[in-house]
């Protein structure tokens, strides 16, 4: 499991968003598969303790089940991104129905929230070229040069945190999971990593 993405493999797919290539101390962090009761929430009360900003790249059905949680996300000035209505995998989907389930989660967050999302995110970062060609004329596309992994459960949760936080650079796009499945990992993990690089000196930053 790749926890860092090589640059050499960034640059093999140029038109997406990988990092922010700036020499500042900032880490963009970005939680995927909300917005989830109590986990979600969870998340925010950690942000708000260092001060920190954050890109949710949400399910169209969980903002459906879960619109006051998307709602206090908004609320507290965090970014929101599209990550398809039903957590669709690119790979095994046609472009046609894939980029209708794409566009379903833009509504459903129009609806709640009153604007359209900038920002996408492919559920496990796999998508055809013909639908990112697509998806480029509505949205950037942003994939990671982080993976915390705080989805696997045969992970431990300090193997998870060394893992990251030695993955991590300055500008890296770090993806976590607000989600029931990653809710053990990340409980013990986020806490630790944000007090980590605050102590470092680096602000942490929504896109």
Known sequence: MLHKIPRWFQKLF???VWQIN???KHIYLSF????V???TDWVLEQLHTYQAKASFFMV????QRNPQVFSRVKAAGHTLGNHTHQHVKGWGTATAPYLANVAACSRVMQNVGGEKPALFRPPYGRIF????????????IVMWSVLSADYNARLAPEICLQNTIKATHPGAIVVF???QKAKKNLEYVLPRYL???????YTFKAL
């Open 60 to 63: 169209g059905q969980n903002i």
């Open 14 to 16: 140029p038109g997406y």
């Open 22 to 24: 700036k020499p500042e």
């Open 129 to 140: 070229p013909a639908q990112a060609r697509e998806l480029r004329k509505h949205y950037d």
């Open 195 to 201: 007090a980590h690089f605050s102590n470092l000196g």
């Open 37 to 39: 009761p109590e986990v």
């Open 177 to 179: 999971h607000d989600s």
């Open 32 to 35: 995927d598969d909300g917005p």
